[in-house]
């Protein structure tokens, strides 16, 4: 039973009080950037797709020229990023996608988007959300493993966890949440949670329970029922990210 509302809001601000302004750590310009990106941060790092990305679209700014570009330049160019020829593939094939069928634009619909060359789920969410205005929830290794301690979700599935997800939250804060959970789990919450230093370990099943495994949401503790209202009362929701650019 995935955890009510009231106690998913509570999760979310006690969260957001570690990473109050959680976003992307992707750098981009505008939204094809940010779709070129994520292909590319797919087994890397951000960071590492932040030092390739700039020379990359100093020579292919858009998607007409990308769609041009010879696959060896691309390599070269990606290459620090790894699993480069697959991803010079997909980005030069999205690329000309994107030319053929959406005169070099990207679109701003989930079922368009995912039918790019390797743009999954998460991609088309990460773009939808950071650059186009229209709410998406990227649910990534981080996600599905935080939010499962958290008792919020019970798969590890992504698809069945971005809909329990999105039923929990307003779709203002879809994109916020994912951008908050995705922090916490680099920061805070990884594989080896460090559970002292979390503002809601007293809403975490994970932790709650001392016994590293968690329990179904509705068997909180009083300790943990009085803290979720608190965290309630204590922070403001996030209000909904407008699309920008950042680099
Ligand atoms: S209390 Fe521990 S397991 Fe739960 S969210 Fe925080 S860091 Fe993760």
């Avoid at 019970?154 to 951008?179: F, I, R």
């Avoid at 503790?221 to 996030?238: D, E, L, M, N, W």
Wanted: hydrophobic residues 45%; contains cysteine.
């Amino acid at each position: 039973m995935p955890a009510p509302s009231r106690d998913a809001a509570a999760i979310f601000a006690a969260l957001a009080t570690h990473h109050p302004d959680a976003d992307t750590e992707l750098a981009f310009r505008n939204a094809f950037e940010l779709l070129v990106a994520t292909v590319l941060s797919a087994q890397s790092t951000d960071r590492r797709v932040n030092e390739v990305t700039p020379a990359l679209f100093a020579r292919y700014p858009d998607a007409r020229a990308l769609a041009g570009a010879d696959a060896a330049d691309v390599e070269l160019l990606i290459h620090a990023t790894g699993f480069f020829r697959q991803k010079a593939k997909a980005v030069i094939g999205l690329s000309q996608t994107l030319v053929s069928a959406h005169r070099g634009a990207v679109p701003a619909d989930m079922d368009a988007l995912v039918a790019l060359p390797g743009v999954g789920r998460k991609t088309a969410n990460v773009v939808l959300g950071h650059a186009l205005g229209v709410p998406g929830f990227p649910v990534d290794r981080h996600v599905l493993r935080v939010a499962a301690r958290l008792g919020l979700i019970h798969t590890d599935d992504p698809v069945k966890a971005e809909t329990a997800l999105t039923a929990l939250y307003p779709k203002a804060q879809w994109t916020g949440v994912s951008d908050t959970l995705i922090l916490h789990g680099r920061r805070i919450c990884g594989p080896t949670p460090s559970c002292d230093l979390c503002h809601a370990r007293q809403l975490c099943p994970y932790a709650v329970t001392g016994a590293r495994k968690a329990r179904p949401a509705g068997a909180r503790t009083t300790k943990a029922r009085t803290s979720a209202k608190a965290a309630t009362t204590a922070t403001a929701a996030k209000a909904a990210k407008p699309p920008r650019a950042r680099r």
